[in-house]
Nanobody, 125 residues
Framework: QVQLVESGGGLVQAGGSHRLSCAAS????????MAWFRQAPGKEREFVAA????????YYAGSVKGRFAISRDNAKNTVYLQMNSLRPEDTAVYFC??????????????????WGQGTQVTASS
């Protein structure tokens, strides 16, 4: 079992930067592939970024590639999402997700067994 707690949400000016954190419980964090998803009002939850267990390979949605960066610190049981050049359309509740080891399609929410409660990010123009 893994419990995930996001932090760092808030109001940011468009064009600015912000970093989200997700702290995980447990002693086997390094064995989990971690991801960030987001959900805007009236829209479905969408994939943002993922970082694999082991190699730490990263994957990004096209809409955030080059602007966002996912990273992890296994010693701190934490995954981060650095968000740069924020746009109003990035406004959403951001969720942290985890699955043990790897998966076949990390962009699918159904690949993940554990979810955080979400944190609101608002990018104002």
């Amino acid at each position: 079992q893994v419990q995930l707690v996001e932090s760092g949400g808030g109001l940011v000016q468009a064009g600015g930067s912000h970093r989200l954190s997700c702290a995980a419980s447990g002693r086997t964090f390094s064995r989990y592939t971690m991801a960030w998803f987001r959900q805007a009002p009236g829209k479905e939850r969408e994939f943002v970024a993922a970082i694999s267990w082991g190699s730490g390979s990263t994957y990004y949605a096209g809409s955030v590639k080059g602007r966002f960066a996912i990273s992890r610190d296994n010693a701190k049981n934490t995954v981060y999402l650095q968000m740069n050049s924020l746009r109003p359309e990035d406004t959403a509740v951001y969720f942290c997700a985890a699955r043990l080891f790897g998966g076949t399609n990390l962009e699918l929410a159904t690949e993940y067994n554990y979810w955080g409660q979400g944190t609101q990010v608002t990018a104002s123009s």
